[in-house]
Every structure is written in structure tokens, then in C-alpha cells.
């Protein structure tokens, strides 16, 4: 901004959904800030899996190289990230973000390669070099053979590491990417990021009733220089307060306005996008979404009208962390549910348990819907030492870490269930025979983690994944085994059970 400073999980943009998220700045933000905000932001009511962070450096506020914290907060909450590395500087400095890279690769391995959707070199430095910038002061830009050269050093640094698949690009304004003498620029980009805000466009009716009509029109002029390159927006917004901007006017209303118009195109033509800003308090104008930072209720409603349901499989995961004035050994809690919805309903032969469960031969297509729901408490004594994300810490307070998961998958099959696989997941019953279909309540409610056959299989893979107590290989998946537990195991849906290992969901 003027006055501010594709699968997930490791490759590039799907072709199934978005990338949605916000930027997030770096002064004086620390590890918990950044979780809170990631967490905020996946919980935003009536958003949908903003789950995405741009960031513009590499490097921990404070520090001369030192890996910004927004990489582990990243990797405790599953939140995908943009990283940036500030090229508005001389190579001295450069040099910094380029051991911050280095090391952050080094240190956080195939975790935080898995979360990056693509690497940015440098944000509006063009902008800030041109005479539109330096008339605004917008201050130290840079010249396109500089960001050329940056470019290839990022190259050059990734190659044959974690990262050395990822998109390498350049964040700019509309008009600078135009500009033929930043060409060079556009050519030595994987993608172009471009920033545009119709609200500053006080040379053209910038009234917000046509905020949508300007940045679609400056997109499609990117779109014309980009020789089939991505653009990912990773800039725009409307404020929610401040001066008036031409015809533009800054409030909530308005700020609703545009994005319907840009927010929900951007997601039904699942074009990437990271949205200004979360939250943006103190701040004339204020761009915020939220008020304050932990605020997950919007100033303005951000449910798009006309939105298509999904059918397909979506999770979504969030850890909060607090300190608390006293605190035992690690303890969790857990719960989850299973709903069925055969069709038609298999016809013969009942296991037994709480949840029965029919068998028999499915002779037409049989759809399953699961939601599996759960929440993990983890409390931690002084101390203890504890990992998260790669990062080792000894807690100068007792902690308590809250993780939630929300997963629900879609199955249509007609194929049928082995018998091999009969066996008793806790109090929910799991299929017998063939052609069967998961109903009743999940057996991830505190039962046994043992069983026999097949369904003993998921959930051993789960309960591992969860660092269930060596003493009792018979615990439930919520026992954690010493101070220093996994906060955040891998999350098969125990509630599956056997059905899950057959089907893959």
C-alpha cells in the first residue's frame, strides 16, 4: 500500500479453489501475535478459508537476519504464505533477506516448504521509483535491472532445496507492470502480483460504485502484458474510515460494497488474492476487516451473495495459545462426530456397538457424508520444553494450547467393504460384512484404540500421529505421553474408521 509499509501443502495454485488470504505486516509483531492473526483469520465470520498470509520480508523485526516468526506461527496453524523478501535496498541489506531465506529453509525444512504458494522479490519497488512515487515521497524504490538481478538470486539460492520449485515473482502496481521499460521485469517473473486500489484513482471516477469496474480494468491490462503468466492480487481494499479520496469515500458501507464487487468475483473466477488488511487500528486511513486483532466477527459482512456451495472435501485447523496461572501434566480432550447419509441403505447384517453399522451388498452408488469434528487441549507446566514448528522453547510460563480441526469429505462409491477389516473403534461400531456405510457416534469419544483386523490400522496411524503413552499401547488417541507432546499430530478422521481406509478419504 502507498503509505504502509498452487495446491496448498508444497505446489502451485489449484485448479479447485483459490488462495485466499491477508498481507500482514512485520513491525512489531512476535510468534503469538502472528498465530493470533492466523487464527482470526480462518475463523472470520462469513469468510470462507482465508487461510493464506503475504508477507513482505523474511526477516524478524528488530533483527539483522534473524527468520521472521511468521514462518513457525505459519506451520502451527496450517496457514499457507507468500513469502517476500524486501528488495527496496542495496545488496548489503538484500543480503540480509537472503540469509533469513536461507536459513529459514535450513531450519524449518519440508514444513515450511509444504505451506510456501510462491516467493516474492520485492513489493511496489518500481512504483516507488517512478514519478508518480517520488511525487507522492512514497520513498527508496528501485530500478528494474536491480530487480532482475534480485530475482536471480533467489533463483540462484533455491535451487535444489525445498523451495527450489516454488514461483519466483514481483509485487507492483498496475501501471508500472504496463510501463514497457519494466519489461524486463514482467519477463523475469513466474507471476506478477499486482497491488491496485481504485480508491486512490483520483483521476478517474473513483466513486465505489465503480471500484470494481477501475480494478478490473487495470487487471486486464496487467493481464495483457503478462504473456499468460499468473496475477495474483495481493493488494487491494477499501477503508473503513478516514479522508475521502477524490469521489472515493472511506467507510464500512462502502468497504462491504467492494468486496462484493472485487473479493467475490476474484473468488468465483479463482483467481489468488490477499486482501488489505486484517486489521488495521490507528491507522488513517484504516483498511482493517476486523476492528482489533483476535476479532473474528467483521466490521462489514463478507459472505458473498450468490456463493456456490462445495462438494468437495475442505478441513481447516486453528491453535490458540494462552498462559494460565496454574497448570498440571499435559492433559487433552477430544470429540468428534460421524453422519451418514446412505442412499440407498444397505440392507442386511448389524455390528454391534453403540453406532450400528448395516451390511450387505450395495448394488446402487452409496454417498457418505462425514463430519469429523475436534478439539485438543494441551496444558503445559513451567518448565517444559516444548517443539512447535521446528522451534524448540523451554516455557518461562505454564501454557495452554487449544487446537481445533473441522474436516467433512464426500464419498460416492458402490465398491464393497472386505470383512477383514470387522474390528471395534471406542464406543462407535465399525462396518461388518460388505457394502457398508459409517453411522452412529464416532469412536473418537474416549473408546479403545485398539480392535481388530483392518480398523485397528487408521487409528494406530492417528493415535501415533498424537504421541500416545509407549506404557499403554491400548490408550485412546487422546493420551499424550510426557511434557512435552506433539500440540498439533496429524489429523485422520478417527470417526472414519475401517470405511476411511477403503474409500482413501
Not at 487487471?219 to 499468460?228: H, I, L, R, S
Not at 494462552?322 to 499435559?330: C, I, L
Not at 464406543?427 to 473418537?444: D, E, K
Not at 499403554?472 to 474408521?497: F, H, I, N
Request: overall charge negative; glycine content about 10%; some cysteine.
Amino acid at each position: 500500500m502507498r503509505s504502509s509499509l498452487y495446491t496448498l501443502a508444497g505446489s502451485a495454485a489449484t485448479a479447485l479453489a483459490s488462495v485466499r488470504g491477508f498481507n500482514y505486516a512485520s513491525q512489531s509483531q512476535t510468534y503469538e501475535t502472528f498465530v493470533s492473526q492466523f487464527n482470526t483469520a480462518a475463523g472470520l465470520v462469513g469468510a470462507d478459508d482465508f487461510t493464506s498470509a503475504r508477507l513482505y520480508t523474511m526477516i524478524q523485526d528488530g533483527t539483522a537476519n534473524t527468520v521472521i516468526s511468521a514462518i513457525p506461527a505459519a506451520i502451527a496453524t496450517n496457514t499457507t504464505l507468500l513469502i517476500g523478501l524486501w528488495a527496496s535496498e542495496n545488496q548489503d541489506a538484500f543480503n540480509n533477506e537472503l540469509t533469513a531465506l536461507k536459513n529459514a529453509i535450513s531450519q524449518y525444512g519440508s514444513q515450511f516448504a509444504d505451506l510456501v504458494v510462491g516467493i516474492s522479490v520485492g513489493s511496489e519497488d518500481l512504483y516507488r521509483n517512478s514519478p508518480t512515487g517520488i511525487a507522492a515521497n512514497s520513498g527508496y524504490g528501485q530500478e528494474p535491472d536491480v530487480i532482475v538481478d534480485y530475482i536471480g538470486q533467489v533463483r540462484k539460492l533455491i535451487q535444489g532445496t525445498t523451495l527450489g520449485s516454488k514461483p519466483v515473482g514481483h509485487v507492483d502496481t498496475w501501471n508500472d507492470f504496463v510501463n514497457g521499460s519494466n519489461s524486463a521485469v514482467v519477463a523475469a517473473s513466474d507471476f506478477l502480483g499486482l497491488d491496485e486500489y481504485p480508491f486512490y484513482q483520483t483521476t478517474d471516477d473513483n466513486d465505489v460504485q465503480n471500484g470494481g469496474d477501475l480494478f478490473f480494468e487495470a487487471y486486464d491490462k496487467v493481464n495483457a502484458v503478462a504473456g499468460g503468466k499468473p496475477i495474483w492480487i495481493t493488494e487491494t481494499g477499501w477503508p473503513v474510515s478516514g479522508d475521502n479520496s477524490g469521489k472515493a469515500v472511506a467507510s464500512t458501507d462502502n468497504a462491504e460494497i467492494y468486496w462484493q464487487q472485487v473479493a467475490c468475483e476474484l473468488q468465483s473466477r479463482n483467481i489468488d488474492f490477499w486482501w488489505y488488511i486484517l486489521a488495521d487500528s490507528g491507522a488513517s486511513p484504516s483498511f482493517g476487516v476486523t476492528e482489533t486483532l483476535g476479532q473474528e466477527t467483521p466490521l462489514y459482512n463478507l459472505a458473498c451473495k450468490n456463493a456456490k456451495s462445495s462438494s468437495s472435501s475442505a478441513s481447516s485447523s486453528k491453535t490458540s495459545v494462552s498462559s494460565v496461572a496454574q497448570a498440571s501434566t499435559p492433559s487433552s480432550t477430544a470429540a468428534a462426530t460421524t453422519v451418514s447419509k446412505p442412499n440407498p441403505v444397505p440392507s442386511a447384517g448389524f455390528a454391534s456397538g453403540t453406532g450400528a453399522v448395516a451390511s450387505g451388498n450395495a448394488t446402487e452408488p452409496t454417498v457418505y457424508v462425514t463430519d469429523v469434528i475436534k478439539t485438543t487441549v494441551t496444558t503445559c507446566p513451567v518448565g517444559q520444553t516444548l517443539t512447535v514448528g521446528g522451534s524448540t522453547t523451554v516455557l518461562a510460563t505454564p501454557s495452554v494450547f487449544t487446537t481445533t480441526y473441522s474436516t467433512q469429505s464426500t464419498v460416492s462409491t458402490v465398491v464393497p467393504v472386505s470383512s477383514a477389516l470387522v474390528g471395534a473403534v471406542g464406543s462407535g461400531a465399525v462396518p461388518s460384512g460388505t457394502g457398508v456405510a459409517p453411522v452412529g457416534t464416532a469412536g473418537a469419544t474416549g473408546g479403545a484404540m485398539g480392535g481388530a483386523g483392518g480398523a485397528s490400522t487408521l487409528a494406530s496411524s492417528w493415535a501415533a500421529g498424537q504421541t500416545p503413552s509407549a506404557t499403554s499401547p491400548g490408550a485412546p488417541g487422546s493420551t499424550y505421553a510426557g511434557a512435552a507432546s506433539k500440540v498439533d499430530g496429524s489429523m485422520a478422521a478417527l470417526a472414519l474408521g475401517a470405511v476411511a481406509a477403503v474409500f482413501a478419504l
